[in-house]
């Protein structure tokens, strides 16, 4: 693994000039962020070795070098699932580059459904913890002491400091946003509503099929994380309708520019 990161780490920094020190992962459709990068350059997964390929509808699968708001980023534009048939050292794999390129914060997007009866559709909530509902522990198996300890600590999973500073920002804005816990499942199925009601017994207050796994390596890799779930829909009883992954996207898509604008201010100085 060790060497596989560094091949990759090695080829990504052949294309790139700069140094960012701030990652970005946008979920499903969430590509909104993207067009405010600018001095762009962008290299498509399936060109870069090691990278798995995304194949999920509304990922475009890239990784995008430039500037958001003048601070050097790198972005992943499309993410790895687990319900695509990866394992999760594939899933994760990108983060281990981006730490090997330097990378030192990292900011995660997703949509969830909520399930605190407080929330309304295309809330945006600040991840302040999460669960871990995967059944498989992307640091499962060997720790290589290079990349982090065997047993991290996971008690401030997502950065109190940015949590603080993105409230601030998104306050100076008139932006709404609530802060919860964000369960982590496998997919690809939605919730029943028995287990929407599971997941809020257990202390969630969204749910949905990425992002845990990434943060975790992350934290391993000992980087500060900072994470917006888009809330696109409700597993609350009550108000619980079909669901589809469209428009799961359409409600993302409406509400990204106000994730964009509060994830661009977080990173300026
Ligand atoms: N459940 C799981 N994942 C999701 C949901 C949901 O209701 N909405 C968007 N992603």
Redesign the pocket.
Known sequence: MLLKIQETAHFLRSKILTNPKTGIILG?GLGNLVTQITDKTEIPYETIPNFPVSTVEGHSGKLIVGKLGGVDVLAMQGRFHFYEGYDMKAVTFPVRVMKALGIETLLVS??????NPGFEIGDLMIITDHINLFPEHPLRGKNFPELGTRFPDMSEAYSKELIAKAKGIAAKHNIKVVEGVYAG?T?P???TPAE?RYFRTIGAD?????TVPEVIVANHAGMRCFGIS??????VPGKIVE?S?EE?QEI?NSVQPLMTLIMKELIQD
């Open positions: 499903t997703n949509a969830s459904g909520g399930v499942t997919g199925t939605f919730e929407y969204a749910v949905g099929m990425s888009i809330v696109t829909d409700l597993g669901v992954h799961v993302g």
